[in-house]
C-alpha cells in the first residue's frame, strides 16, 4: 500500500531495502526519527461469479461470460487461469480486471484464479469456482444414446426432455418437433440455446400435431416455469 502523505507533511525518502517492499523516511530538517513503512502487496478479491456460485446461465445465456475481481491495490497487470479442474491452466496476462471466456458449456464445473503482477514480484490469489446451470436437450435428429447430455447425446422429443428434467432445470430445443407438449406440473424452462439470437430461436419449432394443444401447462406449475419464446 503506497501512501504518500509523508512527502506532502515534508518527510523524505532516505533509503530503501533492496525488494522495494519498504522504504525509510526522516523529517528534511534531520531533527526527527527515522520512519519504516512497508508497501503491501494485496491479492486479487471480490471474484465475480462469486466463489461457489451455482446456476450460472440459468437466466442469461452462456454465450458471452465474463470473469472480473478487484485488483490488489497498485497491481500492475493480472495473470489469468482457468479451466474445469482445480489444475487450472494459464490464459496469459490481462491489463483490465474483466477477462471474457467466450462460450461456456452447461453442466460444468470451472475452476478459475487471479495472480496479481507487481513490480517486485508476484501474488498468487484464491482458487474460485462455479457452475453452470444443468440443461437437458433436445434435438429430433440426434443420433446419440438420447440421455439429453449433450447435443449428440439429445433427446428426440421434446416431451421426453421435459419428463426426465429436474425441478428448475433448463431444457434447449433445435429443429422442427411435430408434437403436442404437456408441462404436466413441472418447473423447467424451456427455450432454444440462445433466446436473445433470432438464428437460434427461428430453428426450434413445436408445431404440434392437430391433435390437442400445441403447449399445455397444468396450472400447478410456479413462476419459474417458462417458455421463452422471443
Do not use: C
Request: hydrophobic share 35%; aromatic share 14%; proline share 3%.
Amino acid at each position: 500500500q503506497n501512501i504518500y502523505t509523508f512527502q506532502n507533511a515534508n518527510w523524505d525518502i532516505v533509503d530503501g531495502i533492496t525488494d522495494g517492499t519498504s522504504n525509510k523516511w526522516k523529517m528534511l530538517d534531520n531533527d526527527y526519527p527515522e520512519l519504516s513503512w512497508a508497501h503491501y502487496r494485496t491479492a486479487a478479491t471480490a471474484p465475480n461469479p462469486s466463489n461457489g456460485a451455482t446456476d450460472i446461465g440459468l437466466n442469461t445465456d452462456l454465450s458471452r461470460t465474463y470473469l472480473s475481481w478487484t485488483s490488489g491495490i497498485d497491481a500492475i497487470s493480472h495473470d489469468v487461469y482457468f479451466g474445469t479442474s482445480s489444475s487450472v491452466v494459464y490464459q496469459g496476462p490481462q491489463s483490465e480486471t474483466t477477462y471474457d471466456l467466450g462460450i461456456l458449456e452447461y453442466n460444468k464445473d470451472y475452476y478459475w484464479r487471479i495472480d496479481e503482477v507487481y513490480a517486485n514480484g508476484t501474488v498468487a490469489g484464491d482458487l474460485w469456482s462455479f457452475a453452470t446451470a444443468e440443461a437437458a436437450y433436445a434435438d429430433p435428429s440426434a443420433s446419440g444414446n438420447a440421455d439429453g447430455s449433450s447435443w449428440l447425446h439429445a433427446y428426440n422429443t421434446v416431451q421426453a426432455a421435459i419428463d426426465a428434467a429436474v425441478e428448475g432445470q433448463l431444457v434447449f430445443i433445435r429443429g422442427t418437433f411435430t408434437e403436442n407438449v404437456d408441462f404436466g406440473g413441472k418447473n423447467v424452462i424451456l427455450s432454444s440455446q440462445y433466446p436473445d439470437d433470432w438464428s437460434y430461436v427461428a430453428a426450434a419449432v413445436i408445431q404440434g400435431d392437430g391433435t390437442a394443444p400445441v403447449i399445455t401447462f397444468s396450472r400447478s406449475e410456479e413462476h419459474t416455469s417458462e417458455l421463452q419464446s422471443h
